[in-house]
């Protein structure tokens, strides 16, 4: 067998005393990514090199490990080093043909878009009644703000200081280490989610099986690695499992929703939230808590999470869009003094900034009293269709189905035996216009629950009953097969 | 020299008929990742360990592989592999410490927050004086957006569809090939870049040297390799050497600010941009337009950018920040029908939906005029001040300064001779309060140009007078040393 030729290099004249690694390297580069394809070609060995140059063997031979780094020469025998096959460019239309990961793919539609058919029942969203959200109140503030004469119409990167300074104040009444100074204000809880798993120093991040899809999603697309800490909604987390797992993966952080988990609703005890913070300072790992749900349950207040309880090195995210106004896209992240300039930088280069005019209008909704007058309504509602839900369950499903209950707030879980498929019925019931999200995608492994979510502050009790109702029809027809 | 012991590890029972690399990989995994620390153990050797699993030596070492690559054991010496030192876990607290790139740390702080001095002149600022703003008209848009009763109160991940229409049909009559169906709104230019860059197949991006600060970090920050382009605001682009760095890095995009590039205010030519589409093709890569300055300087229709030249595979970005109103924070990208999907998945991860409120009423601003009245009135002011700046630095600037003539829009540059010392003048400026934004490190290596940008757009016209004739006092002190 032939070898293919050596290949010939041109180096022009230098000034420099001592020709450089640099140097070569970039003359060889510039030559490669000619016009002329010379992939194949022999480069010259090292000591003819040197020769020619008058340089040392070894500048030579950093030069080539560096070409072979940037991919343009590799080592195809021990005889010697090849121009590498050349990458085909992609034709200037296909740059952004596949987007980052083939995960993305996955990540499947938001079912509650304003592109969704509203006469669907959403028998699964998190999201609260619209019928309920203070809209009037909302225009009120907006009102307001654009008529003020002293209005600023910049924005801050960190957040307006006013809006996070009652943020910090109605914390600190939760029984939480929280100033002003150490709130990012972000547009809701996905980017709270991005800016705080960019600015990780560490690339694995535990979470729950089941697990919240689109946090999952991001932190992937963010380059971390995670791995799943089981979470039973009748029994709660399984701590040896948990500790195994903890072991095995050493992770940098958890991510954990602490109050109406999501998928399974699951609200986590004070046993279990200390034995996470002994973890934590066990393993050495930080924790990020997200409390999207805990302000829709009555008298969530008395029921410390894990900021509370752990102190102010537990990063706390939540978000107005589930309570109060999906479309103001309004959230924030809880810091420390030892963390927030890292976590304004990552907003800051993430989107230089969230809408200002918002963040006036939420902050004007909060200081009027609008916020707590329309939680209590809210909680009174959840209260209400919690128990209409409960009624309905216990009314109308077959004796084999079960399900938790929470107490009240946005969702409970539902759960099926085994032998029902779920996949039917949420086929047969979207022939109903009724609407279910599958969740078995979002188990780790082998789903360890069997059920779906049950969503109650979007539905009215009408029409929580119909479609319980054609749920029943569908479980029993399953449970007869 | 005493070899430490060998490590002694323990198999539990199995069902398996094959005990699988997996299996053996997990159990070391967990023996390691124990409390007790034992690092510098000998692993058992391959043979040894295959018998006494009774699997073929070849499994063992597969096993092996992976648990070097997960960086649990290593290889020392020739005679076997050693558990590797643990990597210290981080204090609890210590997580976020170092946000993800050191870069990060060189990312200023917006000088047009609302944190800013209202009394210090910003002599470089890109945005646009708040004086001149719409805020009465934009009041009366989201007063009306949430009296309507039929308001959806959720969002689109893609973007309200009458906005992404009327945006598309708008773009549409300056020559673009663009449909609503291709357009993502995003909140501001910013999340545009990233969700763009996010969405990359190509790791190395070409930008334009001196480059957009924030573009650069962001675009690092999501894993991308940049380098520089040079551009000199009074010749142009330098071809031979766009061509020489186009072979060398072989760029999958190049992100171009076409019109009052950001900072030296540079407007591509014609020819030029016939040029870069020609590369594009020749080479295969991407076309990012970032349009954020045009529609401030009048008659700017009649001057097409890439898109409008290159066709539909050129992605264009633009945001209403710096002509209608920062505190909105809305923006979008155009793309096609090929990118488009992607577009909106990167999206969606990213931060789920922008503001549908913010949306809404900007739709309305935009579908009953306001926005053609308000463009059309800040091409006036901007024409005014752009010939009182001209006029001033004609008055003011001793004879060796030099300075740009963009015919109006937001900013123009101005150069100094290379012995002037600007790091000095903006220090002597900023104890006067007036501030001008140092640009030297927004070149990729030395700068070929020795000048500030001057933003007229900001300053009323007894602003800018006293700022110039400040900074012209400093450079003649300047000159004469």
Known sequence: MERPPYLRLHFG???ERQISTKSIV?????????????????????????????????????????????????????????VATREKSLPFSEVIKKVGSPKLKTYPAHPNTLEHSPDEIQLSTVFLDPDILPREKISECYRSVLKNPGLRTHYSSQGLLPLREIIAKRLRDR?????????????????????????????????????YFGGKVLMELNGLQTFGLPVDPFVGIDKVIWEQQIRKYRPGLLYLTTNFQN???????????????????????????????????????????????????????????????????LGYILGSEKTIDNLVMAKRVSCLGTPALNEYALFEFIDRGHYDTHLKNVQQILDQRYNNCLNLLRELMPPEIKWTTPG?????????????????????????????????KTFFKTPHNHGVKIGYAFLKEHQMQKALELLAVELVNELKK
Request: charged fraction near 25%; proline fraction near 6%.
């Open 175 to 211: 029984g939480m280490d929280a100033d002003a100074r150490h709130v990012v204000i972000t547009a809701g809880s996905q980017p709270a989610i991005d800016i705080t798993t960019r600015s990780l120093q560490t690339k694995i991040v535990g979470t729950e099986d089941p697990f």
């Open 26 to 82: 970039d003359t060889i580069r510039t030559q490669l990514n000619g016009k002329i394809d010379l992939s194949g070609c022999r480069l010259p060995p090292i000591r003819a090199l040197a020769h020619q140059l008058g340089v040392s063997k070894n500048t030579i031979q950093i030069a080539y490990d560096e070409l072979k780094i940037l991919g343009l020469i590799e080592g195809r025998d021990r005889a010697g080093l090849y």
């Open 408 to 440: 009240g707030g946005p969702i409970l879980w539902l759960e099926f035996p085994k032998r029902v498929s779920i996949e039917q019925i949420i086929q047969n019931l979207k022939n109903k216009k009724i609407h279910l999200i599958p969740t078995q």
């Open 263 to 329: 998928p399974n609703g699951y609200s986590y005890t004070s046993e279990e939230l200390a034995h996470i913070i002994e973890w934590a300072h066990e393993f050495g790992f930080g924790l990020l808590e997200d409390d999207w749900g805990s302000e829709m349950l009555s008298y969530s207040e008395f029921r410390p999470g894990l900021r509370a309880l752990g102190g102010k090195d537990v990063l706390y995210i939540n978000s107005y869009t589930k309570k109060l106004l999906p479309s103001l896209r």
């Open 13 to 15: 004249p230098t000034s």
